[in-house]
């Protein structure tokens, strides 16, 4: 028996949209085909299918899943076991980045400038450039968001960056999901991202109404540097600065009109 992809959608919960980007992929092309021509996934497809899901909601990326597949001798305890590696790889480049968050700040208050080799040492993967953090104070010195934003940075505790970049790093896991996945930068799952994005900026360090995060928005896609702030070079991919812009500019317009209590009480 042969099952449609609107039927194994229903059944994944996922959308016909990610089954069809499997498919564009190369990682799960259905099997079989009706008398009329139309694909149809077999019960061995669906058990691929389940263990693409699997793995993708472990964090595992598509090229990864597909080389595990691919590979019939795989065991799928070493995987996992090097994925576990790869979770406390990150929980402890994140303790690191917290430890020293403090003395970052501290550089961006006085504009004492670092040597590639310091700000290595300070930030590791994520990218921060004092030249940018230079002219967006020169940008904004005038403005009282601005001013917040730079006052609640300076006062934030360890505790408090330990668990702000621990939000940035789960936030950028989902981003990836749904790019990779190839949802739509303005469907519900991309703007919804957009929208705890606006909401972390909130929450850590000056109210961000949409008008504020389209300016974020221009920025993220035209410089480089303002993008990789929110993801290290490691993780980036061709379009993803685009799609996380079209996503904001999305949220935001769904968002004009309406007034929420997180805008003015961050």
């Known amino acids: 028996m042969g099952y449609s992809v609107g039927q194994v959608a229903a059944f994944a919960g996922v959308t016909v949209r990610t089954l069809h980007h499997y498919d564009k992929a190369g990682l799960l092309s259905p099997g079989d085909r009706s008398r009329a021509g139309y694909r149809l996934y077999s019960d061995a497809d669906l058990g691929r299918l389940q263990q693409i899901l699997f793995y993708r909601e472990l964090g595992f990326p598509l090229d990864e899943i597909t080389v595990i597949l691919r590979d019939p001798g795989a065991s799928a305890l070493d995987h996992l076991r090097s994925r576990q590696r790869q979770l406390r790889e990150e929980i402890d480049r994140l303790e690191r980045l ?34 940018y953090a230079t002219e967006a104070q020169l940008k904004w010195q005038h403005s009282a ?32 999901a749904a790019f990779d996945t190839g949802e739509p930068a303005d469907g519900k799952r ?33 410089d480089p540097r303002a993008f990789a702030l929110l993801v290290p070079p490691s993780q980036q991919r061709p379009g993803l600065a685009a799609y996380v812009s079209k996503a904001i500019h999305a949220n935001a317009s769904r968002r004009d009109g309406s007034r929420t209590d997180d805008e003015e009480h961050p």
């Open 190 to 222: 991309a703007t919804d991202l957009a929208e705890e994005h606006r909401r972390h900026l909130t929450r850590w360090f000056t109210p961000c109404p949409p008008d504020m995060h389209r300016r974020i928005a221009d920025d993220v896609a035209a």
């Open 98 to 131: 917290a430890e020293v968050a403090e003395q970052a700040i501290e550089v961006q208050r006085t504009g004492v400038t670092l040597t590639p080799e310091e700000r290595f040492e300070v930030f590791g993967e994520i990218s921060f450039d004092l030249s």
């Open 145 to 176: 968001a601005y001013r917040e934003a730079m006052a609640r940075a300076g006062a934030h505790s360890k505790e408090d960056w330990r668990q702000l970049m621990s939000e940035a790093a789960a936030w950028r896991v989902e981003l990836l």
